[in-house]
Structures are given as C-alpha cells and as structure tokens.
C-alpha cells in the first residue's frame, strides 16, 4: 500500500519541475501531460515552499542576451540601417536633403558615376566568374584526391595547402606583385624552364590581363576553403554508400561522378554562396596589389574598391558621403538578392542527405 | 569488404598532383622568406638560391626595424585580436547559451537576427561606422576596431557555439539546479567548460580576419599609433617599394607570426573545419 501519492508525484515530476520553472527545453514528448486535477494539486503543493520565487521573470535570459545584442545592433545593424538611409539623402547647400532614389539616378546615369559603376560591377562579375570557375573546381578536385583512402602524407599536404589563405591580403598581394615582376625576373625564369618564356608579360600591368591575373591571385590564396569544406563533406559519406557502390563495379572516376559529386553538392552550394559574399565585398587584395585607383586604367576596379574612393576620397578626388553610402546600398542589394537566391532557390530544391 | 588496393600508379598520380598543388601553394611564400636573408645583389643575380655565407645579409631587417614602428604595430594587432575575440567569445557563448537552453518568445527569432551577420558583412555599414566613431571620438583609437570587430565576430560564433551547446546534457544541467546553482554558474562552471573545444575552434576562425584586416584599420584608425601589422606594413612596402631587401624582410616579419601559430594550431583548426562546425 505504502508509497504515498504525494511523493509519487514528486519523484516523478521534479526534474521536470525544474526544467518548466526555469524555462529550459524539454522535449514535447517529455513535458508532463497534466489532466487530473489532484495530480496538479499535487506537484503544487510539492513546490510551493521554493516555487513563489522563482516564477518571476527570468532575468537571466536577458542578462546573457543582452551584451551580443547590444554590441551587435550597435555596431553593426544600426550602421547598415544608417547607411541605407544615408543612401537617400544628399547634400545641398551644406544641408542633409531628402533626395528619394536621386543619388541611385545620378550612380547608374549620370556620365561621370555610370562609367565608373558599370565598369566596377562588370569587372567584380568577372571576378566572380574566375573564382567559381577556377577556385572551386581546384578545391574539388583537391579534396578528392585528399580522400583517396589510406592516403600517405594527407594531413602534411592539408596543412601546406590551407596556409596562403591564413596570410594577409597584404603579404600574398605584394609576394605575387614581385613574383609577377618583370625587374626581378622570378617568373620569366621558371617559364624559362619548361620553354614557355615568350609567353610572359607584365600581366599586372596591362589592363586587358591584369584583372585575370588579379583574380587568380585571389584564387591562389582562397583555394583552402573550398578544399577544406568539400574534403570535410566526402569525410561524412558513409563507407556503406561507397562500398555499396564498388560491389556494384562503380570505381574511381565514375564513382566520383556518380556517388560523390552528388552527395556533396550541398556543400558546392555553400561555397558558392560564400564565394558570392566574399567576392562582391572584396577591396583589401585588389588595394594591395593595384592601389586605390585599381589601375591600369580602372581595368581591376571592383566595387569595394569603387567604394573606398568614393566615400573615403583619393587624391584629387573627395570623398562624397552620400555616393558612398548609395554605392554601399547596391552591394548591399546584390549581396542580399544572392543570399536569398541561394536560400530560396537553390537550398530548397537541394535534396539533404541523411544517413 | 576489404577495399580493392588502388594501383601504384594511381597512388603515385595522386601523389604527383598533390604534391604540385602543395608546391604551388608553398613556394611564393619559400622564395619570399629565403630571399630576404640575402643581400641586394644575390636577390637579383640568383631569386632561387638558398643564401649562402657569402650571400646572406640582415640588412632588410635593419632598414624595417631601424624605420618602420613594427614593434608597436605587432602590439597593436595584437591587443586588438586578443580582446576581440576575448568579447567575441564570451558575449557569443553567453547569447548562444540563452538561445540553446530557454525556451521564451522571439527565441527563434532572436537567432536568425543574430545570425544575419553571417552572410551580409558588415563593412557595408561602413560610412555610417565611421559617422558613429567620429560622434563618439572614437577615431584613432584601438576601441574603435576592438567594437568592429566584436560585432563582426558575434554572428558566427553565436550559431556555432548554439549548436554545441544543444548537445550538452541536460540531465547535468539539472542536477547543477537540483544542487542549487544559479542559471549564472550553470553557465560558467557547467557548460563553458564542456564546450571549450568549440571555443577554440570558434577563436581561431574570429581570429584570422581580424589580425589580416586591412578596412578597418585604413578607415577608423590610420594613425601611427594605432596601425596594425597589416596596414603597418602595407604603408611601409608603399613607401620603401624599390629597397627589395627591406620589403622582403617586412613580408617575412608579417608572415612569421601567422606561421607559427598555424603551426601550433592547425590540427585545432582543420579538425573544426572538417568536424562541420561552419556547415
């Protein structure tokens, strides 16, 4: 007979007690499915002695929310939310006016700011393009051949490949500018070596070359992240799928195609996605190498760089607050439209893998 | 099943590519570091050998320890990584323990505003950044940067350190409560241990694009005495750019520091990349 309700209940609910007085997740099946009401009265009775006090509200919640918010918003949503209204307004007279879409007109028509605009955001598609085209399919195929199984050396080739894209846009731009250099004679003399020295040029200076060359400086140094990423997906494909896969005679290069390539084309998702953020942000490397003016003749001009002139000012010219904040509006507008169409179009229709 | 041994021919092909891509992704940064151990003449006469007695010479390490404030600039970068990623990490964890263990209205919310950070950067803020520091006279100052970078920091290391915190116990959790500790010292004493790991992994990635930064610091603080490596030496090579040995030296300097701590860190790092920690 012995066992009194009233500690029945308490030994059973308490833990849970517990989780619902302090908020904590519980999982649906687990929260107590309280019907009777003599089993309410119950746990009631039970904490009643420590229950009044912690009913409050919960303070901790907000204590620990609230330094990351604070800083966040700050710093950071405030200012993007500033400098998008920033982009609406003008100067006139030594006044802040309200110019509607007036500073967007003057960016994408006026003589002086469209051939300048156009030819950044022409110029940072091409970016782009390199980047997809030849950053990661070499991170691709990188990781691949990191997976082969029982790999001797992978974690020493892992290490040494992942390294350019630890160092500053700083060191890799001017390493390549002397490398590329024709006073030094570095490349002319390794082309040299394998009967290719007709072939070199100044690259970084002539203007039909120097934003490939530029870009695959980029791509030289960012190369490790697509490797790593996609070499971390081929890690998660069971040895099932691909032992499966050779029973059935699917070996080496078709199973790459066949079973691979499809199960970690999620993660070429993702890297594309941050190639697209990464690049249409891009300034530091393209500042390193070519300068401010992102020269010969604005032929590596890109948006960030475009950017920084026009807000911060370069030599003669000087900056203009408002065409900055506008200019930063439609990277801002382009970052955002990928980000959703890779969220919305891309994500979505991506089958998830799960074992 | 036992697996089909690949033949050695395949093998050495994978060797060779790997090997090649290896040597490609090395060699700018060998040619730079030998280089600027050697005198002007030998830097021009032979790019590719190693110096020699008779060719070695420290006079680029002369010329940018004798000119430029690298001590000062090295301290700086310093200072401004280290306290970056000490708020990143502390303020993250806090937020991402709120996020993983109440539940409470707007927490789904909350997480996807914190985590709009991850995907628009914020150096498009960047004119009303400025605008906000010159209003606070916080231009020139190391603060300044520290504040950027915080925030900068904040998203990524919220979302992954919320997924890390989800799979600490809950029975631990609660017996911490049973035994009458505070939300505060559940937080510090029970679960920041636990996820120290994730931490790591989380310092390393706030890490990198902070000390390599070269934005923020030409914009919010270009003076002399709050440059950081990066601009520091980017200022320099601009100035010094036809004394090779003394841009090869600065190059070195700026190199060694991220060499060795990837050295030192690496296996944490890709073990956090390839571990799914940024999927």
New interface residues.
């Given amino acids: 007979m012995g066992v009194p309700a009233i500690s029945l209940s308490e030994a059973r609910y ?2 849970l007690r ?2 619902l007085e ?4 519980v999982p649906r099946y687990a929260r107590p499915k309280i019907k009777s009401r003599a089993l309410m009265t119950t746990v009631a009775e039970v904490s009643i002695d420590r229950g009044a006090d912690k009913r409050q509200r ?1 303070w ?2 907000l ?3 609230a ?3 604070l ?2 918003t ?10 998008l209204r ?1 982009s609406l307004f003008n100067v006139k007279d030594g006044q802040s006016v309200f110019v509607g879409f007036g500073n967007f007109q003057v960016l994408f028509g006026d003589p002086r700011w469209a051939a300048s605009f156009w030819n950044a955001l022409r110029n940072n598609f091409v970016f782009f393009l390199i980047h997809m085209l030849v950053q990661n399919p ?1 991170g691709v ?2 990781a691949a ?2 997976s ?6 992978g ?17 890799v731009g ?3 500018k ?2 590329l250099s024709p006073i ?3 490349s002319p ?1 390794l082309m040299d070596l394998v009967g290719l020295k007709s072939m070199f040029s100044p690259w970084l200076g002539k203007p039909g070359t120097a934003l490939i060359a530029v870009s695959l400086i980029s791509v ?1 140094q960012y190369v490790g992240i697509p490797m ?2 996609i ?2 997906a081929m ?2 494909i069971p040895d099932e799928v691909l ?1 499966a896969a ?2 059935d005679g699917v ?2 290069w078709s199973q790459f195609w066949k079973i691979k390539l499809p199960l970690i084309l999620p ?1 070429i998702g ?1 890297i594309s ?1 941050l190639t697209f ?1 990464g690049n249409f ?1 891009a ?2 490397l393209i ?2 190498v070519q300068g401010a003016l992102a020269g010969p003749d604005g032929s590596t001009d890109i948006l ?1 760089t475009l ?2 002139r026009t ?2 000012g370069f030599q003669l010219q000087i900056g203009d ?1 408002s065409m ?2 506008t200019i ?2 439609v ?2 507008l382009i ?2 439209s990928g ?1 959703c169409l890779y969220l919305f179009a891309i994500q979505r229709r991506m089958r998830r893998y799960q074992f | 099943m036992a697996k089909p041994t690949a033949s050695p021919l395949r093998t050495g092909l994978v060797h060779l590519a790997l090997g090649t891509y290896t040597l490609i992704a090395l060699f700018p940064v060998f040619l730079t570091v030998i280089n600027s151990f050697k005198d002007r003449a030998s830097i021009f006469r032979d790019p590719l050998g190693l110096p020699t007695p008779s060719t070695f010479s420290l006079v680029g390490y002369n010329t940018v320890l004798g000119q430029g404030d690298f001590v000062l600039y090295f301290q700086n970068s310093f200072i401004v990584t280290a306290v970056s990623i000490f708020f990143v990490l502390l303020f993250g964890a806090m937020a991402a323990f709120a996020l993983s263990e109440y539940r409470f209205k707007g927490n789904t919310m909350m997480g996807l505003y914190l985590a709009l950070g991850i995907m628009i950067p914020i150096r498009l803020g960047t004119v009303a950044i400025l605008q906000g520091m010159v209003a606070a006279g916080l231009v020139n100052t190391l603060t300044a940067l520290i504040l950027v970078y915080t925030a900068q920091g904040l998203p990524l290391a919220v979302f992954i350190l919320t997924e890390f915190m989800r799979t600490v116990s809950d029975d631990l959790k609660n017996a911490g409560r049973i035994d009458g500790l505070s939300e505060y010292s559940i937080f510090f004493r029970l679960v920041l241990p636990l996820v120290r790991p994730a931490m790591a992994t989380v310092a390393v990635f706030t890490m990198i694009p902070i000390w390599n930064d070269l934005w923020f610091p030409l914009i919010l603080a270009p003076s002399d005495a709050t440059k950081t490596v990066t601009l520091g030496s980017q200022v320099f090579i601009g100035q010094f750019v036809t004394n090779w040995n003394a841009v090869l030296a600065a190059l070195t300097l700026a190199i060694l520091p991220v060499l060795v701590l990837y050295l030192v860190f690496s296996r944490q790092l890709i073990r956090g990349i390839t571990s799914g920690a940024v999927k």
């Fill in positions: 308490w833990p517990y989780h302090n908020g904590s997740r919960r901790h919640i204590v620990f929310l330094p990351a918010v800083v966040y700050a710093v950071m949503i405030l200012p993007l939310i500033e400098t920033l070499i195929a990188l051949l990191l082969v199984p029982k790999l001797r050396f974690a020493f080739y892992r290490t040494a490949m992942f390294l350019p894209t630890l160092l500053s846009f700083v060191i001017f390493i390549w002397l490398i030094w004679g570095v003399y030289w790593m990423l070499y971390a890690l998660n032992e050779e029973c070996t080496g993660s993702i996605i953020v942000n300034f530091d500042y390193t960030g950017l920084y807000f911060f607050k900055g904040a930063a509006t990277m801002f970052i955002l980000v």
